[in-house]
């Protein structure tokens, strides 16, 4: 490969960037897609000189501004591919703009897996880590937890490589920067040889699920559920490694359940329960006891990610692994005891503490929950009393989801705020990489 920098191509402010969601939009003053590195820091330098600031967007799977700008707004577009594969290491590095999909499929294609990954294949490795996209399991966390060696460009232009042993201050915080750091280039994930998966999902009542969830969180290396508001209806999905033989899900089973079902049926019942909100428990009812068993045994990929076709708001919090049944019992009384009308499942994950310094795990096995509804609902109410709940256990927002804490509530909820913050001033002291949400989240 040539060392030669390609230069950036720049582009005039084209037409305003919207995230998946819809509900957050950006006017860049101008639009570059750098295919190497070294096109990336000519970009960044560039708006310096420019006084404009930078931020990259990846798919827009955020619900947050977090990467809007009025400046320059970097799309990783042409900034993609696999670039080594270290085998003696363990080890595959990517290009930022990669989208999961590539990574996983070209990984699955060397005979390589992650080891955990999230429940969509849409975004980008660099917005994914950046933001503390996470799935759920036992004994291994995030996405970001899983980084190795990050390469990143600073507010100087510069480019500078982390590690645990190279600039081990920064890659604590790097990994999971919320693009406030500096631009991510490269990430070199820890891979494993490609192994199997069996999948159990089955239905169960959320009273059984809450009595059961320690056991079922520490029993499976990976398990989570989604509860129907409105009912006391959850599925339950429980992954764990597998001996084979491979037994995936038939074409046309799985098309039916995770295209026609999933999305198109929910599709269609959403869109009713935002036209007349009243129907929304009678179809929660329909959707909970329609719920039936499957077990398959496949390549990780095909088992932790699904087709997320129906588009909806999110909001996320973190708690203490202890507080997770006192309040998902606290969430369910405040939907059954008000005139809320709640049409998208509550999603429950789990994970272990890691040691990274803004993550959501940081420090303390997490219980994570997450509430959804149907983009175009009215969300506020629903969410502003879900959060509500979770601030009232300690709940440490999703960097890439809904909230309304801002940096005086979050630093008395990560311990190593200040810690993340020194390093912002000293990495980006004249806020290249800034933005209004970001002031907000972190401070000035």
Same mark, same amino acid.
């Given at each position: 490969?040539?060392?030669?920098?390609?230069?950036?191509?720049?582009?005039?402010?084209?037409?305003?960037?919207?995230?998946?969601?819809?509900? &957050?939009?950006?006017?860049?003053?101008?639009?570059?897609?750098?295919?190497?590195?070294?096109?990336?820091?000519?970009?960044?330098?560039?708006?310096?000189?420019?006084?404009?600031?930078?931020?990259?967007?990846?798919?827009?799977?955020?619900?947050?501004?977090?990467?809007?700008?009025?400046?320059?707004?970097?799309?990783?577009?042409?900034?993609?591919?696999?670039?080594?594969?270290?085998?003696?290491?363990?080890?595959?590095?990517?290009?930022?703009?990669?989208?999961?999909?590539?990574?996983?499929?070209?990984?699955?294609?060397?005979?390589?897996?992650?080891?955990?990954?999230?429940?969509?294949?849409?975004?980008?490795?660099?917005?994914?880590?950046?933001?503390?996209?996470?799935?759920?399991?036992?004994?291994?966390?995030? #996405?970001?937890?899983?980084?190795?060696?990050?390469?990143?460009?600073?507010?100087?232009?510069? &480019?500078?490589?982390?590690?645990?042993?190279?600039?081990?201050?920064?890659?604590?915080?790097?990994?999971?920067?919320?693009?406030?750091?500096?631009?991510?280039?490269?990430?070199?994930?820890?891979?494993?040889?490609?192994? #199997?998966?069996?999948?159990?999902?089955?239905?169960?009542?959320?009273?059984?699920?809450?009595?059961?969830?320690?056991?079922? @969180?520490?029993?499976?290396?990976?398990?989570?559920?989604?509860?129907?508001?409105?009912?006391?209806?959850?599925?339950?999905?429980?992954?764990?490694?597998? @001996?084979?033989?491979?037994?995936?899900?038939?074409?046309?089973?799985?098309?039916?359940?995770?295209?026609?079902?999933?999305?198109?049926?929910?599709?269609?019942?959403?869109?009713?329960?935002?036209?007349?909100?009243?129907?929304?428990?009678?179809?929660?009812?329909?959707?909970?006891?329609?719920?039936?068993?499957?077990? $398959?045994?496949?390549?990780?990929?095909? &088992?932790?990610?699904?087709?997320?076709?129906?588009?909806?708001?999110?909001?996320?919090?973190?708690?203490?692994?202890?507080?997770?049944?006192?309040?998902?019992?606290?969430?369910?009384?405040?939907?059954?005891?008000?005139?809320?009308?709640?049409?998208?499942?509550?999603?429950?994950?789990?994970?272990?503490?890691?040691?990274?310094?803004?993550?959501?795990?940081?420090?303390?096995?997490?219980?994570?929950?997450?509430?959804?509804? $149907?983009?175009?609902?009215?969300?506020?109410?629903?969410?502003?009393?879900?959060?509500?709940?979770?601030?009232?256990?300690?709940?440490?927002?999703?960097?890439?989801?809904?909230?309304?804490?801002?940096?005086? $509530? #979050?630093?008395?909820?990560?311990?190593?705020?200040?810690?993340?913050?020194?390093?912002?001033?000293?990495?980006?002291?004249?806020?290249?990489?800034?933005?209004?949400?970001?002031?907000?989240?972190?401070?000035?």
């Amino acid at each position: 490969m040539s060392t030669r920098a390609a230069r950036p191509s720049w582009g005039p402010a084209g037409p305003t960037w919207r995230n998946w969601a819809g509900n &957050v939009t950006a006017a860049p003053l101008r639009t570059v897609a750098p295919s190497t590195t070294e096109g990336l820091a000519e970009a960044v330098r560039r708006a310096v000189e420019d006084g404009l600031t930078v931020k990259a967007a990846g798919t827009g799977h955020s619900f947050t501004p977090v990467a809007t700008t009025e400046g320059v707004l970097i799309r990783p577009d042409h900034l993609t591919g696999i670039r080594r594969i270290d085998r003696a290491a363990g080890t595959v590095s990517v290009a930022a703009g990669t989208p999961l999909w590539r990574l996983n499929r070209g990984l699955a294609a060397e005979g390589l897996s992650l080891t955990n990954m999230g429940d969509i294949m849409e975004q980008t490795v660099s917005g994914a880590i950046g933001t503390g996209t996470h799935g759920t399991g036992r004994d291994s966390g995030s #996405l970001a937890a899983q980084v190795r060696e990050l390469e990143m460009v600073l507010a100087d232009g510069s &480019v500078l490589r982390c590690s645990a042993e190279e600039n081990p201050d920064v890659f604590a915080a790097a990994r999971i920067g919320l693009g406030a750091l500096g631009v991510v280039g490269e990430v070199t994930f820890a891979v494993e040889p490609l192994f #199997l998966l069996t999948a159990r999902e089955e239905p169960m009542r959320l009273d059984a699920v809450l009595a059961d969830f320690e056991e079922l @969180a520490t029993g499976n290396e990976h398990f989570e559920f989604y509860w129907f508001p409105h009912t006391d209806r959850c599925v339950t999905k429980r992954n764990n490694r597998s @001996a084979g033989p491979l037994d995936p899900l038939p074409r046309l089973g799985g098309w039916l359940s995770d295209e026609f079902l999933s999305n198109g049926v929910f599709q269609a019942a959403c869109s009713v329960g935002r036209a007349v909100p009243a129907a929304v428990p009678g179809i929660a009812g329909v959707a909970g006891r329609a719920l039936s068993a499957r077990t $398959y045994t496949d390549i990780p990929y095909r &088992v932790f990610t699904s087709p997320r076709r129906v588009r909806f708001v999110e909001m996320e919090y973190a708690l203490p692994r202890a507080a997770a049944v006192a309040a998902l019992r606290d969430l369910r009384a405040v939907v059954d005891g008000s005139d809320l009308r709640v049409n998208f499942p509550v999603e429950v994950r789990v994970a272990p503490a890691d040691d990274i310094t803004l993550s959501t795990a940081s420090g303390r096995d997490t219980v994570y929950v997450a509430a959804h509804l $149907y983009r175009g609902t009215p969300y506020q109410r629903y969410f502003t009393a879900v959060e509500q709940i979770m601030v009232a256990y300690d709940g440490r927002p999703h960097w890439g989801k809904l909230h309304s804490r801002d940096a005086e $509530y #979050l630093a008395g909820v990560h311990p190593r705020f200040g810690e993340f913050t020194a390093l912002r001033d000293r990495l980006d002291p004249d806020r290249v990489f800034a933005n209004d949400h970001l002031r907000r989240v972190l401070g000035d």
